[in-house]
Structure formats: C-alpha cells, structure tokens
C-alpha cells in the first residue's frame, strides 16, 4: 500500500489485476493507480518533476551562497591573522623604540651625573691640597719655632727670631684671606619621576575590535557629473557610534546606473587612503538622470543609492562671442548670486548690481572709509545673501547683506596676522571660512567666518611655495585653492591647511579666475588681454582673445554662463557655455 500522489488516499497499484509495489513497475504495463487514469499521474509526475527540478535549482543557489559565506569567512580569518601579524610587529618595533629611548636616557643621565660629580670632586681635590699645604707651611714653622726655642743659644735666637715669626704671621694671615669652606656642596640632585610615565605607560596602546558601520558612513561628491570627466566620490569610514574608523581594508564599492540607456553601469576605481577614507573614481559615458551606488561590504552607506544627474560634457571651446555686454565704469570683479543678479565691483569706489537683462537695480557704498564705504573694492563674493568685499584701499574685508546692509569688518593696514597690505580677493568655503589674497604682503590669509584668523599661507621666499602679488582665488571640487599669481605668472595651488599641491599655465599677469564643478579653471590674464581655459590637469584647451585688460571673472551657479570685468573696455561680458 502506499499514498496515491493525485488524490492522496492509500492504495496499490494494479497491473493485469494483480497489486504490486511501485518499486516493481515496469516500462510497457498498463498501470492504473485507485481507478485513475495513465494521464492523470503523467500530468501529476510532470508537475513534481517541475518541483523537483526547482529544488535542485534552489540547492545550487543556496550552496553557492553557503560557499561564498565560507569563502568569506575564510577571507575574515586570513585578514584576523594578518592583522595579528601586523599588529604584533608594530606592538615589538614600538616598544623597542621606546627601550631603546629609554636606554639613550638612561645613559645621558648617568654621563651628566658623572660630568657633575667629577667636576664638584676636582674642585673639593684641588682646595683640600691647597689647605693641606698650608697646614704643612703652619706646621714646618711651628716645628722650626720650638726647635730654636728648646736648642738654641740666646745668640742663634736673636739671629733667627725675626725670620721664624715673620714667615709664620705671612702663613696665618693668607689663611684668613681665603675661604675654609668647601667650594662645593655635596648634594647632586637626581629627580626621575617614574609615576606619571608609567601611568601613560599603562595607557599606552589600543587595541580596536570594532568595524566600520555601513550606515553610518558618509560621503561627498558634487550632485552633477559630465559625460567623459572623472567624478570623485570621498568616503569616510564610521563606527556605528559615528566615529571615524582610522583604518583601511574595508571593500568599499562605487557604480553609477543609468536610469535610461537600458541601465547602463559604470564602476568606480577605488582608491584606499589606508586611514579610514576613500576615493571612488567613475567616468559616466552617458548623459540623462542616474543613481550612484556606494556600498561597503555588499551594504549600502548612508544616502545610497543616490540621484545623480549627469550632463553632457562642457564645450568651453565653443566660447568666442559675448552674449551679453554690460556697461559699466572700470569694472574690476564680477560676483554671481543664485538669484542672478550681477554684483560688479568698480572704479567708481562701489558695487553696482545688474539684473539678469543688463539693467542697474542698486547701488552699494561709495567712496570713503566709513561703515559700508569703499576704496577701491577690488574683490567680492556673494554667497546666499551674505556679500563679501574686498575692500582694497582700507586694507579690511567687510560684510554686507546682498542689498548692501553693513554688517561686520574686520582688518587693518599691516603686516601681523589678521591685517593686509591692499586685499584684493575673497572668496567663502563651504565651512564659511573666508580666504584672501593680501596682494602686497605676498600671503593669503584665513579666517572665520567672523573674521578670525585661523592660517596664513605665505609666498614669502624661494620654491614650489612662493608666490607674488596674489591675486584671484577660487576653489575646486576637491576643496583645494587655486591662487592666481599675478606677479609669478602662475597658478598655485594648496590645500586649505596651505600644503602646496601643484602649479600650472603660464598666464600673463593673470588676475580673476573661476573654477567649475568639474574642475575647469578659467583665467583671466591682465597683460594677455584674453581668458585662458585650463582642463582639470592643469592643460590650456582654449583661449577668449579681444578683451581689454580683463579683470575679474565669475560663473553663473545656475547655468555655468561666464561673465568677465573687462576692464579696460569698461563693460562686463557674458558668455554662454554649450552643455
């Protein structure tokens, strides 16, 4: 008897009328199983062949996971035994510094005790002899003194009396002009104050058995990419209490999907700093929306998958005839707000602000040296509703809202930190740090965002570091600054902390420069009467001849346009970028 697979009731197979079990079958019988047909139980065996084979398919998958969980646990094993190895060399080689540091002290203290001690024992030496001497002097005459009074004649005594006392009262008396103290004390004071070193020796040393936390790793990367540009992508490393994990090793991944172009993927190169941070490198092929992935350990960080959009490649080379001319006294910088408003610095000791046709709507400051006056505001930046100025010629930065409220300075002609020698530039960082150019001090100084001095970055003296009469700035997407050295006739660049990173072109007394989110560099050369634009690696791609003596020059957030203070000219031109 056994269970019918169709109707699920016991029964027997009949073959020619006789029952037998299933395991005796044969090809060619007629079977009927409990009155069902040979139909019936095909269909049925096909459906649990259906079943069958998807359980061999569902095996197949799980193994594989199960294998790879292995292969990864046995990849976690190896790094433990890595990690092992490397810590317990770094513990040896770190406690073997500090022996031998330990041993080198030890030594020097010993010889300087002994220089001490050899010197106070030469000095205690040399006056013991020089009393021992004169007891012998005291002592010879004495001795002489009562041989003469005991042995000789009163005629040997009246001979030899003067002479005897003489000498003796000479003896006495140098006993009395010099000191019979010891010229040196005994006490050689040792102080080796173990306490708080072994206190800082049972710190010392931590071991870490915490990992980074997916979630709670961040990122940072601008929010459009171009088509053919690499775009980076920083990650940090956190704990799950939002601590930075200080260690690399850590499989991190970067890919940027397509949400059209059939999902096309690019994958990003990763580059580990080994402390924690991460640089993932994408170069998109295609421009439309895209969502940008970053994952560590197979696990999404936070703010991924993320939206990011990506645009055809910017042609500067497309630049050659302005599209917009402003009028405009001497302009010497050009600052864009979000709202597009043109803010322009001029000879005539004030800003003047344009709207988007070209058309003046304000006036801020005039001449003078009051709150919210100018001389000479060779530099400006706009950032929300905050307008920052240059104010050259009082040597100070000051701050403004946008419609030309005074609201803070700070600065005075000098030399010493905090003051300038005719500011030219200014520009704001995304932490509100303000960095300017001090043109005649050769240096750019840094400063909160209320003014405080935080680094000087000085072009004083020789090398990769120096630098003349520094006068545009601008930022890259990678938070570096790009100084335009109008007196170098170069560019330089340094970190925010003023480590100096690379130099390039060889603009003729350049003056403005304006970097965009791909790390294009646009600068405008004073001397070359034109705009010279320099790919992300420093390479000239393109020149905008026909300016006069051009000045300052800024971007449009909105929609890249380029706008340049012609001096010379006395306009402002806008150019329009094909994207």
Same mark, same amino acid.
């Given at each position: 008897?056994?269970?019918?697979?169709?109707?699920?009731?016991?029964?027997?197979?009949?073959?020619?009328?006789?029952?037998?079990?299933?395991?005796?079958?044969?090809?060619?019988?007629?079977?009927?199983?409990?009155?069902?047909?040979?139909?019936?139980?095909?269909?049925?065996?096909?459906?649990?062949?259906?079943?069958?084979?998807?359980?061999?398919?569902?095996?197949?998958?799980?193994?594989?996971?199960?294998?790879?969980?292995?292969?990864?646990?046995?990849?976690?094993?190896?790094?433990?035994?890595?990690?092992?190895?490397?810590?317990?060399?770094?513990? @040896?080689?770190?406690?073997?510094?500090?022996?031998?540091?330990?041993?080198?002290?030890?030594?020097?203290?010993?010889?300087?005790?002994?220089?001490?001690?050899?010197?106070?024992?030469?000095?205690?030496?040399?006056?013991?002899?020089?009393?021992?001497?004169?007891?012998?002097?005291?002592?010879?005459?004495?001795?002489?003194?009562?041989?003469?009074?005991?042995?000789?004649?009163?005629?040997?005594?009246?001979?030899?009396?003067?002479?005897?006392?003489?000498?003796?009262?000479?003896?006495?008396?140098?006993?009395?002009?010099?000191?019979?103290?010891?010229?040196?004390?005994?006490?050689?004071?040792?102080?080796?104050?173990?306490?708080?070193?072994?206190?800082?020796?049972?710190?010392?040393?931590?071991?870490?058995?915490?990992?980074?936390?997916?979630?709670?790793?961040?990122?940072?990367?601008?929010?459009?990419?171009?088509?053919?540009?690499?775009?980076?992508?920083?990650?940090?490393?956190?704990?799950?209490?939002?601590?930075?994990?200080?260690?690399?090793?850590?499989?991190?991944?970067?890919?940027?999907?397509?949400?059209?172009?059939?999902?096309?993927?690019?994958?990003?190169?990763?580059?580990?700093?080994?402390?924690?941070?991460?640089?993932?490198?994408?170069?998109?092929?295609?421009?439309?929306?895209?969502?940008?992935?970053?994952?560590?350990?197979?696990?999404?960080?936070?703010?991924?998958?993320?939206?990011?959009?990506?645009?055809?490649?910017?042609?500067?080379?497309?630049?050659?005839?302005?599209?917009?001319?402003?009028?405009?006294?001497?302009?010497?910088?050009?600052?864009?707000?979000?709202?597009?408003?043109?803010?322009?610095?001029?000879?005539?000791?004030?800003?003047?602000?344009?709207?988007?046709?070209?058309?003046?709507?304000?006036?801020?400051?005039?001449?003078?040296?009051?709150?919210?006056?100018?001389? #000479?505001?060779?530099?400006?930046?706009?950032?929300?509703?905050?307008?920052?100025?240059?104010?050259?010629?009082?040597?100070?930065?000051?701050?403004?809202?946008?419609?030309?409220?005074?609201?803070?300075?700070?600065?005075?002609?000098?030399?010493?930190?905090?003051?300038?020698?005719?500011?030219?530039?200014?520009?704001?960082? #995304?932490?509100?740090?303000?960095?300017?150019?001090?043109?005649?001090?050769?240096?750019?100084?840094?400063?909160?965002?209320?003014?405080?001095?935080?680094?000087?970055?000085?072009?004083?003296?020789?090398?990769?570091?120096?630098?003349?009469?520094?006068?545009?700035?601008?930022?890259?997407?990678?938070?570096?600054?790009?100084?335009?050295?109008?007196?170098?006739?170069?560019?330089?660049?340094?970190?925010?902390?003023?480590?100096?990173?690379?130099?390039?072109?060889?603009?003729?007394?350049?003056?403005?420069?304006?970097?965009?989110?791909?790390?294009?560099?646009?600068?405008?050369?004073?001397?070359?009467?034109?705009?010279?634009?320099?790919?992300?690696?420093?390479?000239?791609?393109?020149?905008?001849?026909?300016?006069?003596?051009?000045?300052?020059?800024?971007?449009?957030?909105?929609?890249?346009?380029?706008?340049?203070? @012609?001096?010379?000219?006395?306009?402002?031109?806008?150019?329009?970028?094909?994207?």
């Amino acid at each position: 008897m056994f269970q019918c697979p169709i109707c699920e009731q016991n029964t027997s197979i009949s073959v020619g009328g006789a029952s037998v079990l299933p395991q005796n079958l044969h090809l060619g019988f007629e079977v009927e199983v409990a009155g069902h047909s040979v139909k019936e139980i095909s269909t049925v065996a096909k459906t649990h062949q259906m079943e069958i084979s998807g359980a061999l398919e569902d095996e197949k998958e799980v193994v594989t996971k199960l294998t790879g969980a292995i292969d990864e646990n046995n990849r976690i094993i190896e790094q433990v035994e890595t990690s092992k190895r490397t810590a317990f060399l770094a513990i @040896n080689q770190a406690f073997e510094r500090l022996q031998q540091r330990l041993e080198e002290r030890k030594r020097t203290l010993l010889s300087e005790f002994e220089a001490i001690s050899l010197s106070k024992t030469t000095a205690l030496t040399l006056q013991k002899e020089q009393f021992e001497k004169m007891v012998g002097d005291i002592g010879h005459y004495t001795d002489m003194a009562s041989q003469i009074l005991q042995t000789h004649t009163d005629h040997e005594i009246v001979a030899l009396g003067g002479l005897i006392p003489t000498e003796l009262q000479a003896t006495l008396k140098r006993v009395q002009t010099i000191s019979l103290t010891p010229n040196q004390h005994s006490n050689i004071s040792v102080s080796v104050k173990t306490d708080d070193l072994i206190r800082q020796l049972s710190k010392l040393g931590n071991i870490f058995d915490f990992y980074p936390s997916p979630s709670s790793c961040t990122w940072m990367s601008t929010s459009v990419a171009r088509v053919g540009t690499r775009y980076h992508v920083k990650v940090q490393s956190k704990t799950s209490k939002g601590e930075e994990y200080p260690h690399g090793g850590v499989k991190v991944k970067g890919e940027m999907r397509s949400k059209s172009h059939n999902g096309a993927v690019v994958y990003g190169e990763v580059e580990d700093h080994r402390d924690g941070t991460y640089t993932i490198t994408l170069t998109p092929q295609t421009a439309g929306p895209h969502q940008l992935l970053i994952t560590m350990d197979g696990q999404h960080v936070q703010n991924s998958p993320n939206d990011l959009d990506v645009r055809s490649k910017r042609d500067y080379r497309t630049l050659c005839n302005a599209q917009q001319v402003i009028q405009c006294n001497r302009p010497y910088c050009v600052a864009i707000h979000d709202n597009g408003d043109i803010y322009v610095g001029s000879y005539d000791h004030c800003i003047y602000v344009f709207d988007q046709t070209g058309q003046l709507k304000n006036t801020i400051g005039s001449r003078g040296s009051g709150d919210g006056q100018f001389s #000479s505001p060779w530099g400006i930046s706009i950032k929300r509703d905050v307008l920052y100025v240059a104010d050259t010629g009082n040597h100070r930065v000051q701050k403004l809202t946008s419609s030309g409220k005074f609201l803070h300075k700070f600065g005075q002609e000098g030399s010493g930190q905090g003051q300038f020698n005719s500011p030219v530039a200014v520009i704001i960082d #995304s932490n509100n740090k303000l960095i300017v150019s001090d043109y005649n001090n050769y240096r750019i100084q840094i400063f909160n965002e209320n003014g405080g001095w935080l680094l000087t970055i000085d072009g004083n003296g020789s090398g990769n570091h120096s630098f003349q009469s520094p006068w545009g700035l601008d930022l890259d997407p990678q938070g570096n600054i790009h100084v335009a050295a109008h007196g170098s006739d170069t560019i330089k660049v340094f970190t925010k902390e003023g480590v100096y990173v690379r130099m390039y072109g060889d603009p003729d007394h350049p003056i403005g420069i304006a970097i965009d989110g791909e790390g294009y560099s646009l600068v405008s050369e004073f001397g070359g009467h034109c705009l010279s634009i320099y790919d992300p690696e420093g390479n000239k791609i393109h020149t905008v001849g026909n300016l006069k003596h051009p000045y300052g020059t800024a971007l449009d957030p909105r929609d890249g346009s380029v706008f340049i203070a @012609n001096y010379g000219a006395k306009t402002v031109l806008k150019y329009c970028v094909n994207i």
